[in-house]
Structure formats: C-alpha cells, structure tokens
C-alpha cells in the first residue's frame, strides 16, 4: 500500500475532506439565500386556467407554462421531499434557472450571495448523495427541510 501524500500544496485538509486553501466550510443557510418564499402552489386545474410562456418548476422539472411569473433571475432548485433523492447518480438533484419563473411548494429555491454563486451549488449538489442529511416521513419518503 501506499502512503496518503498530506503535503497537497494550495490546499487544506478539512473535516469534509481537502479542499483549496482559500475556500471556507459553512452552512448552506449561512451561505445562500433560501427563497422559499417565493414559491407558488398552484394545482393543476387553476394552471389550465391560466396557461402561458412561463415555466412553472417542480423538483424535478418544468411542471406546466403559466402567463405570469413570481421569480426573476438566477436560482437553484433542490426538491424538498420525494425518492428522487435515492437516485442521485443516475437523476440531476438540482436545476439551474435564469429567466422568469414559477415554483411549486416541492423544491427549495436557492440564490447565491457573496462569493457563492448558484452555479456552484447547482453543480456540487447535482449528482451527489444527501440521503444521510434527510429525514424520513412515514416508511419511505424522503425529505430535506430548510435547517438540514
């Protein structure tokens, strides 16, 4: 076997693991904005009412078009409960989107502040595991709330 090479320089060892020497570790709801506030329910009936150019999301994808939109500019979506979550290597996790929008009540709308851009979160969470950071409802169905 060979031997870890700990001398990595331009990087630090971390308790998640090395990582580049100028970055920091903190908590995703100290780094982004969580804008959950933004998100608008609206259930299939009333959207056939009001059909139109902008996309309404859900989790994981465009749900319908509606002819207005409560979201403007560059946001990461990231479902809030659902079994997408046990295929995150073969199912994208999160959704980039830049433009004028809608989102329902299943995803979490997150925008990058300060040095965290959207594109970062969107392209670090894409494909990776965070069933260990979920809590269960019931007997099956994930869920990733706000605090986790």
Not at 14 to 25: A, L, N
Not at 55 to 79: A, E, Q, S
Not at 80 to 104: A, R, S, W
Request: one cysteine or more.
């Amino acid at each position: 076997m060979s031997k870890v090479n700990e001398n990595r320089p331009g990087y630090k060892k971390t308790k998640i693991g090395w990582i580049p020497e100028d970055w920091e570790i903190d908590k995703i709801k100290d780094s982004y904005l969580i804008c959950n506030n933004l998100r608008y329910p609206i259930n299939v009936e009333e959207r056939k009412k009001i059909q139109g150019e902008y996309p309404y999301y859900g989790p994981t994808g465009i749900l319908d078009y509606i002819n207005h939109y409560k979201v403007g500019g560059k946001y990461v979506l990231i479902g809030e409960d659902g079994d997408h979550f046990l295929k995150y290597y073969i199912k994208p996790q999160t959704i980039l989107v830049i433009g004028k929008f809608n989102v329902n009540n299943h995803a979490h709308i997150i925008k990058g502040k300060n040095k965290n851009s959207s594109e970062w979160f969107f392209w670090f969470f894409n494909h990776r595991n965070i069933v260990p950071y979920l809590s269960r409802l019931g007997a099956g169905r994930y869920k990733l709330n706000k605090e986790e």
